[in-house]
């Protein structure tokens, strides 16, 4: 082959190694260039989360049923993140309820409270804590203005019952192994059955109040001469209270009929019905009295010394900013059978 043939083929294979290499070197920078994208779009790795750990007794206030409170109200009391963090620490060492029996129930109480600005009619939930080393009633009162005569019925009767709380820590154990100190007043009624239930059987639960009778106390109902009318009349029933002791019967009846508020007509039938309401009020406080005597004479020791030791603390919810202000309306009352709480916290 003659030299410049020779030089000629040298210079084409040279061209080939060069582009290969060239090739290669392109194939490269694409890869890199692949993953510097991949790189700059990958997701940014994301920071763990934390949440808050539970307290032992947290969901304690909703666990106690809120007696007395209308169905169509339950969904406002529950709109505010109420803080009952009074309410647990009471059971910590060094509080109130530390270390003893307890049973709660909740109710509420409609208040013109201020909230972001402007005073607001508030459903505030409220707990109640009876100190006794048994159940302080197995049954419910049930009354109201609307309603002729109180009714005094069992728990079960209203699908209620003291059933005992289990702290958040205690539940993955064996319940039949737990000792329990804290019982809350449930009620196992449906509110998807609600719209199925009549009218009175429903207005029943508005009216209902955690029932409380105290055997070495002279019940207010013993000492009252003070009686209820709902005087079935037309066009209005009449609506009044007469007092046996203050009030005279005659001159009684008169004033409502120059009130406008009895027709002249019916004035005899007025006073008979009267008559007979003061007899039921009579024979009712003579019986309460003598059924108390019987209680106390039957009652053993260690039980009189449990009623006289029960004590009554009432929770409000503690004040934070995401809640109105309740500080200003807390009241010792409770209900009219429980009286007012020893005290408020």
């Not at 804590?129 to 049930?142: E, M, N, R």
């Not at 009267?274 to 024979?283: H, L, P, Q, S, T």
């Amino acid at each position: 082959m003659k030299k410049g043939a020779k030089r000629k083929a040298a210079s084409q294979k040279q061209e080939e190694n060069e582009g290969k290499a060239s090739q290669k070197s392109q194939k490269e920078n694409l890869k890199l260039l692949s993953k510097a994208k991949r790189a700059k779009t990958s997701k940014p790795q994301s920071q763990p989360e934390f949440f808050e750990e539970k307290r032992n007794l947290e969901d304690l206030w909703k666990a106690a049923f809120p007696v007395g409170t209308e169905w169509d109200q339950l969904d406002s009391v529950y709109q505010f993140n109420w803080n009952f963090s009074n309410l647990e620490d009471a059971f910590e060492e060094g509080g109130k309820l530390y270390g003893k029996k307890v049973y709660l129930f909740g109710c509420t109480e409609p208040q013109l409270v201020p909230y972001k600005g402007e005073n607001k009619v508030i459903c505030i939930p409220v707990v109640v804590a009876v100190v006794s080393p048994f159940p302080p009633s197995d049954k419910i009162g049930i009354n109201s203005v609307q309603r002729e005569a109180e009714e005094i019925v069992s728990m079960k009767q209203m699908k209620m019952d003291w059933v005992p709380y289990i702290p958040l820590e205690k539940r993955d154990s064996q319940v039949d192994r737990l000792i329990f100190q804290i019982f809350i007043l449930s009620c196992t009624q449906r509110r998807v059955a609600l719209k199925q239930m009549k009218i009175d059987r429903l207005k029943k639960y508005e009216y209902c109040l955690p029932y409380f009778y105290q055997p070495l106390k002279e019940d207010e109902l013993e000492q009252s001469t003070e009686v209820q009318i709902i005087f079935p009349a037309e066009p209005k029933p009449v609506f009044c209270e007469f007092d046996w002791e203050l009030d005279e019967l005659e001159e009684f009846t008169d004033k409502l009929i120059e009130a406008d508020e009895l027709d002249k007509d019916q004035k005899n039938a007025f006073k008979e019905f009267v008559r007979e309401k003061v007899r039921e009020a009579k024979k009712a406080n003579r019986q309460a009295r003598e059924a108390r005597k019987k209680a106390l004479e039957e009652m053993s020791q260690e039980t009189k010394a449990a009623f006289e030791n029960m004590r009554f603390y009432k929770f409000y919810p503690v004040q934070t900013p995401d809640t109105p202000d309740v500080s200003n309306v807390k009241a010792p009352f409770i209900n009219r059978y429980y009286g007012k709480a020893h005290e408020i916290l």
